[in-house]
Protein backbone atom coordinates (compact mmCIF):
# COMPACT_ATOMS: atom_id res chain seq x y z
CA UNK A 1 0.00 0.00 0.00
CA UNK A 2 0.96 3.87 -0.21
CA UNK A 3 2.04 5.63 2.98
CA UNK A 4 3.60 8.88 4.19
CA UNK A 5 5.44 9.80 7.28
CA UNK A 6 6.02 13.32 8.72
CA UNK A 7 6.21 14.43 12.09
CA UNK A 8 3.58 15.30 14.29
CA UNK A 9 4.83 18.77 15.36
CA UNK A 10 7.60 21.47 14.47
CA UNK A 11 8.11 24.85 16.51
CA UNK A 12 10.12 27.69 15.18
CA UNK A 13 10.07 31.26 15.90
CA UNK A 14 8.96 34.11 14.15
CA UNK A 15 11.05 35.48 11.06
CA UNK A 16 13.09 31.80 11.29
CA UNK A 17 13.73 29.55 8.68
CA UNK A 18 11.81 25.69 9.17
CA UNK A 19 11.38 22.42 7.27
CA UNK A 20 8.72 19.70 7.72
CA UNK A 21 9.82 16.38 6.03
CA UNK A 22 8.14 13.62 4.19
CA UNK A 23 8.82 10.46 3.57
CA UNK A 24 6.51 8.28 1.33
CA UNK A 25 6.22 4.65 0.14
CA UNK A 26 4.33 3.78 -3.03
CA UNK A 27 4.51 0.94 -5.57
CA UNK A 28 4.00 3.99 -8.38
CA UNK A 29 4.96 7.69 -7.85
CA UNK A 30 2.97 10.90 -9.56
CA UNK A 31 4.59 13.33 -7.36
CA UNK A 32 4.15 15.15 -4.13
CA UNK A 33 1.72 17.38 -3.16
CA UNK A 34 2.11 19.87 -0.19
CA UNK A 35 -1.24 21.61 1.86
CA UNK A 36 -1.82 23.91 4.55
CA UNK A 37 -4.59 23.78 6.73
CA UNK A 38 -5.68 26.00 9.66
CA UNK A 39 -7.75 25.41 12.47
CA UNK A 40 -11.23 25.02 11.28
CA UNK A 41 -10.08 25.96 8.05
CA UNK A 42 -10.30 23.87 4.76
CA UNK A 43 -6.86 21.97 2.96
CA UNK A 44 -5.35 24.70 0.93
CA UNK A 45 -2.94 23.84 -1.92
CA UNK A 46 0.81 24.71 -1.38
CA UNK A 47 3.07 23.19 -3.87
CA UNK A 48 3.42 19.85 -5.98
CA UNK A 49 6.69 18.54 -7.26
CA UNK A 50 6.81 15.55 -10.08
CA UNK A 51 11.06 16.08 -10.28
CA UNK A 52 13.46 16.27 -7.98
CA UNK A 53 14.59 18.76 -6.87
CA UNK A 54 13.63 22.43 -5.63
CA UNK A 55 10.53 24.59 -6.71
CA UNK A 56 10.22 27.84 -5.35
CA UNK A 57 6.53 30.04 -4.39
CA UNK A 58 7.42 33.17 -2.41
CA UNK A 59 8.38 32.14 0.99
CA UNK A 60 7.45 28.70 0.88
CA UNK A 61 9.56 25.62 -1.24
CA UNK A 62 9.26 22.52 -1.98
CA UNK A 63 11.36 19.91 -2.37
CA UNK A 64 11.96 16.32 -3.93
CA UNK A 65 14.16 13.17 -3.95
CA UNK A 66 12.34 10.36 -5.46
CA UNK A 67 15.43 8.50 -5.24
CA UNK A 68 15.01 8.84 -1.54
CA UNK A 69 11.30 8.98 -1.68
CA UNK A 70 11.89 11.75 0.41
CA UNK A 71 10.68 15.57 0.04
CA UNK A 72 10.24 18.67 2.39
CA UNK A 73 8.69 21.79 2.41
CA UNK A 74 10.83 24.81 3.50
CA UNK A 75 9.11 27.75 5.00
CA UNK A 76 11.42 30.82 5.14
CA UNK A 77 10.88 34.35 7.37
CA UNK A 78 8.14 32.67 9.46
CA UNK A 79 5.19 34.51 10.14
CA UNK A 80 2.25 34.02 13.18
CA UNK A 81 -0.12 33.60 10.71
CA UNK A 82 2.14 30.02 9.45
CA UNK A 83 1.09 28.64 12.53
CA UNK A 84 -0.97 25.51 10.78
CA UNK A 85 -1.13 21.70 9.93
CA UNK A 86 0.91 21.02 7.14
CA UNK A 87 0.02 17.89 5.07
CA UNK A 88 1.98 15.95 2.33
CA UNK A 89 -0.12 13.77 -0.26
CA UNK A 90 0.44 11.15 -2.88
CA UNK A 91 -1.46 9.80 -5.28
CA UNK A 92 -1.75 6.32 -5.14
CA UNK A 93 -1.31 4.37 -8.66
CA UNK A 94 -3.08 1.27 -7.98
CA UNK A 95 -6.67 2.67 -8.74
CA UNK A 96 -6.35 4.64 -11.60
CA UNK A 97 -4.76 7.46 -10.03
CA UNK A 98 -6.98 9.95 -8.33
CA UNK A 99 -7.04 7.98 -4.96
CA UNK A 100 -4.65 10.70 -3.17
CA UNK A 101 -3.15 9.67 0.49
CA UNK A 102 -2.75 11.84 3.00
CA UNK A 103 -0.03 12.16 5.65
CA UNK A 104 -1.14 12.62 9.14
CA UNK A 105 -0.10 16.22 9.00
CA UNK A 106 2.60 18.19 11.15
CA UNK A 107 1.33 20.45 13.06
CA UNK A 108 3.28 23.97 13.00
CA UNK A 109 3.86 26.64 15.95
CA UNK A 110 5.47 29.31 15.54
CA UNK A 111 6.42 31.52 18.36
CA UNK A 112 6.66 35.17 18.63
CA UNK B 1 -15.97 31.36 -10.82
CA UNK B 2 -16.67 30.71 -6.64
CA UNK B 3 -14.89 28.42 -4.68
CA UNK B 4 -16.08 24.63 -3.78
CA UNK B 5 -19.06 24.87 -1.77
CA UNK B 6 -20.61 22.84 1.10
CA UNK B 7 -23.76 22.26 2.53
CA UNK B 8 -24.78 22.58 5.20
CA UNK B 9 -21.82 23.59 7.17
CA UNK B 10 -22.72 21.78 10.43
CA UNK B 11 -25.24 19.21 10.97
CA UNK B 12 -26.04 17.69 14.17
CA UNK B 13 -28.50 14.71 14.13
CA UNK B 14 -29.67 11.78 15.52
CA UNK B 15 -27.60 8.16 15.84
CA UNK B 16 -29.96 6.44 13.35
CA UNK B 17 -31.09 9.14 10.79
CA UNK B 18 -29.50 9.92 7.52
CA UNK B 19 -27.98 12.33 6.45
CA UNK B 20 -27.17 13.98 2.88
CA UNK B 21 -23.83 16.38 2.70
CA UNK B 22 -24.02 18.39 -0.37
CA UNK B 23 -21.24 19.38 -2.28
CA UNK B 24 -20.94 22.17 -5.04
CA UNK B 25 -17.52 22.16 -7.07
CA UNK B 26 -15.50 24.73 -8.82
CA UNK B 27 -17.11 25.54 -12.13
CA UNK B 28 -15.26 23.33 -14.97
CA UNK B 29 -13.75 21.04 -12.89
CA UNK B 30 -14.84 17.31 -13.87
CA UNK B 31 -13.06 15.84 -10.78
CA UNK B 32 -14.63 15.82 -7.55
CA UNK B 33 -13.69 14.30 -3.76
CA UNK B 34 -14.84 13.12 -0.55
CA UNK B 35 -12.52 12.69 2.73
CA UNK B 36 -13.80 12.71 6.23
CA UNK B 37 -11.03 14.15 8.20
CA UNK B 38 -11.67 13.13 12.40
CA UNK B 39 -10.63 15.65 14.96
CA UNK B 40 -6.80 16.60 15.15
CA UNK B 41 -6.70 13.68 12.56
CA UNK B 42 -5.60 13.64 8.70
CA UNK B 43 -7.73 13.40 5.49
CA UNK B 44 -9.58 10.24 5.11
CA UNK B 45 -10.37 9.37 1.46
CA UNK B 46 -13.70 8.42 1.02
CA UNK B 47 -14.77 8.62 -3.20
CA UNK B 48 -13.69 10.07 -6.46
CA UNK B 49 -15.30 10.89 -8.91
CA UNK B 50 -14.41 11.77 -12.63
CA UNK B 51 -17.37 13.24 -14.78
CA UNK B 52 -20.13 11.47 -13.25
CA UNK B 53 -18.40 8.20 -12.44
CA UNK B 54 -16.98 6.89 -9.60
CA UNK B 55 -14.84 4.36 -10.50
CA UNK B 56 -13.49 3.31 -6.87
CA UNK B 57 -15.90 2.96 -3.74
CA UNK B 58 -13.64 0.88 -1.68
CA UNK B 59 -12.73 3.61 0.33
CA UNK B 60 -16.09 4.26 1.60
CA UNK B 61 -16.33 2.64 4.81
CA UNK B 62 -19.26 0.90 5.19
CA UNK B 63 -22.80 0.15 2.86
CA UNK B 64 -24.17 2.74 5.01
CA UNK B 65 -22.02 5.45 3.21
CA UNK B 66 -23.24 6.32 -0.93
CA UNK B 67 -22.35 8.93 -2.94
CA UNK B 68 -23.34 9.99 -6.32
CA UNK B 69 -22.85 13.21 -8.71
CA UNK B 70 -24.93 14.27 -11.30
CA UNK B 71 -24.57 16.19 -14.85
CA UNK B 72 -20.87 16.45 -13.86
CA UNK B 73 -21.49 19.13 -11.16
CA UNK B 74 -23.30 19.02 -7.65
CA UNK B 75 -22.43 15.53 -5.77
CA UNK B 76 -24.32 14.25 -2.43
CA UNK B 77 -22.62 11.97 -0.16
CA UNK B 78 -25.69 10.25 1.78
CA UNK B 79 -24.65 8.45 5.42
CA UNK B 80 -27.83 6.47 6.57
CA UNK B 81 -28.21 5.20 9.55
CA UNK B 82 -25.70 7.25 11.32
CA UNK B 83 -23.37 6.29 14.13
CA UNK B 84 -21.48 8.46 16.38
CA UNK B 85 -18.62 6.93 14.87
CA UNK B 86 -19.66 8.62 11.88
CA UNK B 87 -18.58 12.38 13.15
CA UNK B 88 -16.32 14.20 11.92
CA UNK B 89 -15.57 16.96 9.17
CA UNK B 90 -16.54 15.96 5.56
CA UNK B 91 -14.43 17.13 3.21
CA UNK B 92 -14.86 18.00 -0.72
CA UNK B 93 -12.81 18.96 -3.42
CA UNK B 94 -12.54 19.46 -6.60
CA UNK B 95 -9.46 19.74 -9.37
CA UNK B 96 -9.54 20.43 -13.00
CA UNK B 97 -6.02 19.14 -13.98
CA UNK B 98 -5.52 16.22 -12.28
CA UNK B 99 -5.45 15.28 -8.58
CA UNK B 100 -2.19 16.56 -7.76
CA UNK B 101 -3.38 20.28 -6.73
CA UNK B 102 -7.43 20.03 -5.03
CA UNK B 103 -9.23 23.17 -3.85
CA UNK B 104 -11.20 22.02 -0.94
CA UNK B 105 -14.63 23.25 0.12
CA UNK B 106 -14.95 24.70 3.79
CA UNK B 107 -16.57 20.73 4.97
CA UNK B 108 -19.31 20.04 7.11
CA UNK B 109 -18.97 19.21 10.14
CA UNK B 110 -21.46 16.22 11.28
CA UNK B 111 -22.62 15.29 14.80
CA UNK B 112 -24.05 12.28 15.67
CA UNK B 113 -25.54 12.44 18.94
Redesign the interface.
Known amino acids: GQSLEQPSEVTAVEGAIVQINCTYQTSGF ?2 L ?1 WYQQHDG ?5 LS ?1 N ?1 LDGLEETGRFSSFLSRSDSYGYLLLQELQMKDSASY ?1 CAV ?1 DPN ?11 TRLFVKA | GAGVSQSPSNKVTEKGKDVELRCDPISGHTALYWYRQSLGQGLEFLIYFQGNSAPDKSGLPSDRFSAERTGGSVSTLTIQRTQQEDSAVYLCASSSLGPDTQYFGPGTRLTVL
Open positions: YGSGAPTFYAFRTGGFKTIFGAG
